[in-house]
Nanobody, 114 residues
Framework: QVHLVESGGGLVRPGGSLRLSCAHSGFTLENYAVGWFRQAPGKERELVARITSTGTSTNYADSVKGRFTISRDNAKSTVYLQMNRLKPEDTAIYYC???????WGQGTQVTVSS
């Protein structure tokens, strides 16, 4: 059974940083391209970053480009999202998921506020 667990969220001031981690069970993570998504209150869920299965290629939403970095350590079966220079508009619940999967985890809350 596929299970995804996001962690690393929290409350941070504008300009601060957080690193999110994506743990999993029930499948071999390194076989899949993975995306980090977010959903802000009253908005639709959006893809903010994605990485290929080998980690050789990444893509970012324009809103986070230059501030967020997605990476993966297939030896640890973990995907990360390093978020720098955070803004209040980055406040959302963040989710990770292989792009091909329909299953979602519970997400991790990121709140950017002074």
């Amino acid at each position: 059974q596929v299970h995804l667990v996001e962690s690393g969220g929290g409350l941070v001031r504008p300009g601060g940083s957080l690193r999110l981690s994506c743990a999993h069970s029930g499948f071999t993570l390194e076989n899949y391209a993975v995306g980090w998504f977010r959903q802000a209150p009253g908005k639709e869920r959006e893809l903010v970053a994605r990485i290929t299965s080998t980690g050789t290629s990444t893509n970012y939403a324009d809103s986070v480009k230059g501030r967020f970095t997605i990476s993966r350590d297939n030896a640890k079966s973990t995907v990360y999202l390093q978020m720098n220079r955070l803004k209040p508009e980055d406040t959302a619940i963040y989710y990770c998921k292989p792009l091909q999967f329909a299953t979602w985890g519970q997400g991790t809350q990121v709140t950017v506020s002074s």
